[in-house]
């Protein structure tokens, strides 16, 4: 549900709410307005202008779960706010500071958070238009930024951060994730799904210590400014487990990497996957094994997500963007091409 769709009967409720809320947060606060922000598929974002408080406090940030639906995995704000708090006090900030939240009565009364706002710029460079897209030097200099970025999330020690009861998610359990999702997909989009399972369970590598992964990590979920990134942003599937995960994701939104979103002749200017790899290693101090099967497994995952997303907009009746419409019939071919990965 987007942030768009939010009725006034919401609005209204989440103004006596968050009222109630941000005056334990910040005594004599009161709230001057809710207005929706463009959100994504897993909740409602808004911005809350706030009175009462110190200049740079307002507005805030509200991150809803949607209404009428249990507030479960990535529709679980609750579990992103935990999260979010957990992996402060770095040399960096990683993502932005939750200020209050509210546990709600699901599922007509949603849960909420209330995040500071960040500034910063969104974009992700090989899917945007020429005049959206920053020069090709800063492109490249935030890319090596979110490497940094990257390095000191997957050094956070899961049990340290207060994340020790996380259950680690194996890479077989990966694997079976998308699988599910590959076999409530249409034949058309779901392509050979169950044979690039078999090949992506026949190769799997020993699996490295599990970290905290953000799970769609790449500039098009962090804030931007000038060469540097000022926060990570949506944490809706967020995780415990082999942070090759999510240097793989990295390394498929880049130049070379053909991903079957981007637009026909574009040249974003970002480092080629294996600067990004060499980078992290750097960063990180040791070499990286088996990164391949990773990028296979980046594939199917990637295959499986949109497939989703593209059900559920026909399911609704919505449009989908160029960019998802350039990939529904690629889908397939990225199924072949983790197979092909695996198989040597």
């Given amino acids: 549900m987007a942030a768009s769709q939010a009725d006034e009967r919401l609005l209204a409720q989440l103004r006596d709410r968050v009222g109630q809320r941000v005056t334990n947060w910040r005594p004599g606060a009161h709230v001057l307005g809710v207005s929706p922000l463009t959100g994504g ?27 009428g639906l249990a507030p479960v995995r990535n529709r679980d704000v609750l579990r992103q706010a935990r999260l979010q708090k957990a992996v402060q006090g770095g040399r960096r900030p990683l993502a932005p500071d939750v200020l209050f939240s509210d546990r709600g009565d699901p599922p007509d009364v949603p849960p909420f958070m209330a995040m500071n706002l960040v500034p910063g710029e969104c974009v992700e460079p090989v899917l945007s238009d020429d005049a959206g897209r920053p020069a090709p030097a800063q492109v490249r200099a935030r890319f090596f930024d979110a490497v940094q970025v990257l390095a000191q999330l997957h050094a956070i020690v899961p049990a340290e951060a207060g994340l020790g009861d996380e259950p680690a998610v194996g890479l077989a359990d990966e694997v079976d994730r998308w699988t599910r999702a590959f076999a409530t997909l249409p034949r058309d989009m779901a392509g050979d799904y169950e044979r690039a399972a078999k090949a ?68 974003a200017g970002t480092p080629a996957g294996r600067e990004i790899v ?26 499986g997500i949109t497939g989703l997303l593209l059900k559920r907009a026909m399911k609704l009746g919505r449009p989908v963007k160029e960019s998802m419409a350039r990939m529904q019939p690629e889908l397939p071919r990225l199924v072949q091409e983790a197979i092909r990965i695996v198989s040597g």
């Fill in 278 to 303: 060499r980078a992290y290693e750097d960063a990180l101090g040791r070499p990286v094994p088996e990164l391949g099967w990773f990028d296979a497994l980046t594939r199917y995952k990637e295959a």
């Fill in 200 to 267: 992506l369970r026949a190769n799997m590598p020993a699996a490295l210590p599990p970290a905290v992964n953000h799970g769609d990590f790449r500039l098009g979920n962090t804030l931007c400014e000038g060469d540097r990134i000022n926060a990570v942003i949506d944490w809706e599937i967020w995780s415990v487990g082999d942070p090759r995960i999510d240097l793989a994701w990295l390394t498929f939104f880049t130049d070379d990497a053909g991903h079957p979103a981007v637009a026909p002749g574009t040249v």
């Fill in 41 to 67: 598929t897993s909740s409602l974002t808004f911005l809350v202008e706030l009175a009462g408080v110190a200049a740079g406090k307002t507005p805030v940030v509200l991150k809803v779960a949607p209404p």
